[in-house]
């Protein structure tokens, strides 16, 4: 039996799913596994019990990453889950930034007690006459499952599409449309694109991209759209972009005081993924890969380690470690085995950055004792019997 927790509401759609194995509690502390959205973590204290973490989601920055590693508590998220939500906002984002439908609107709202509103429409309406889509020149920095599932709806839309990602997958390249045009330097989407969108994870790397420099490379009167992460982009050299009359629009999910209520800015309340379809698909997805891993060991979409995925153990017993990404670990582990007499029959070893993860089929149960000897190496965090 396996008991998990909700920090968060969690679709009960996505609840459902979980077999009859599983127990929702009251206590967080005796959790074996977390299910969260956006509920802070970084300050929680961790029990010993805790094995798993599930976001129902893609941003992981309210969970503690190598806190959580240093312990042997796998963190998952739900890449691509909510990307056809966040693809369809996108879409509108477009829309709003190149026709200046949300003036409009608010013009409309400002005369709603004017007796001759339609007269005064026909004379108004040339304030908020915007631009089509059809045409323009759209770059997608980043092609993964939101990056591929826009770059394809622009095609249909009449666009030309460039995209840009050095690391597409092999799955994201079978799913993109054959019409875009992989450019394989941003500079070259900065140069050439009408309307540009981000859809990167906020790395070191990718921290403030779209900046003073980035900027200057673009066309006159650009249009930013930004639905991946605020930090993406040093906003304040936007808004400078705007002041300048080199940015046209800009349009982003993320409020802030640096962006809200300014000039040329549309700023959204952080409704990408805030559509009940998308809530649902996270939930399932979670849920999912939280009871692979608690009943299975198997790891998928995990962010602070390896996938590793030797499906459903048929054996007499399955040893799951984690440990630091060094040398000779393995020897140390099958010296444990082997000095008890117990026949390994099948191994997975999976590293990712400083960690690593080791699982063993072995032909029968591990003695307490055995896994007193394997959490006794130097650099194992955590030894987890499986089966």
């Not at 029990?47 to 973490?53: I, Y």
């Amino acid at each position: 039996m396996f008991q998990y927790y909700c920090l968060n509401p969690i679709s009960k759609i996505g609840l459902e799913n979980f077999t009859e194995e599983f127990v929702k509690i009251e206590d967080v502390n005796e959790a074996q596994g977390i299910l969260v959205r956006s509920a802070a973590m970084h300050d929680m204290e961790l029990s010993d019990s805790l094995l798993a973490v599930a976001r129902a989601g893609a941003g992981v920055n309210n969970i503690p990453l190598d806190k959580c590693a240093e312990k042997g508590i796998v963190v998952f998220n739900t890449p691509g889950a909510n990307a056809n939500g966040v693809k369809e906002l996108v879409i509108a984002g477009m829309l709003l930034a190149s026709r200046d439908i949300v003036g409009g609107i608010n013009w409309v709202e400002s005369a709603k007690d004017d007796e001759e509103i339609s007269k005064a429409t026909e004379k108004e309406k040339k304030r908020f006459a915007g631009t089509e889509i059809q045409d323009k020149k759209l770059g997608i920095i980043g092609l993964g499952a939101i990056g591929v599932k826009v770059a394809n709806v622009a095609k249909h839309m009449g666009m030309e599409v460039y995209g840009y990602d050095p690391y597409v997958s092999v799955d994201a390249a079978w799913n993109l449309s054959r019409d875009v045009k992989h450019v394989l330097n941003v500079e070259e989407i900065y140069e050439s694109c009408d309307i540009i969108t981000i859809h990167v994870p906020l790395l070191g790397s990718t921290k403030g991209m779209i900046n003073k420099e980035a900027i200057s490379k673009m066309k006159d009167g650009v249009i930013l759209l930004n639905f991946a992460r605020d930090l993406l982009a040093n906003e304040k050299d936007v808004l400078e972009g705007i002041k300048e009359g080199k940015i046209r629009k800009y349009v982003t999910d993320f409020p802030n005081p640096t962006t809200a209520g300014q000039e040329g800015c549309i700023v959204i309340p952080h409704l990408g993924a805030s559509t009940e379809e998308s809530e649902d698909n996270c939930a399932k997805m979670a849920v999912k890969q939280m009871m692979n891993y608690l009943k299975n060991g198997n790891i998928i979409n995990s962010v602070n380690y390896p996938n590793c995925d030797m499906g459903v153990c048929t054996q007499a017993g399955r040893v799951a470690i984690f440990h630091k990404n060094i040398a000779n670990m393995i020897t140390k582990f099958t010296a444990c085995f082997g000095d008890e007499g117990i026949n390994i029959t099948d191994m997975m070893n999976k590293s990712k950055g400083e960690v690593a993860y080791t699982m063993m089929d072995i032909e029968q149960p591990a003695a307490p004792e055995m896994i007193e000897k394997l959490q006794a190496i130097k650099g194992v965090f955590r030894v987890r019997v499986v089966k």
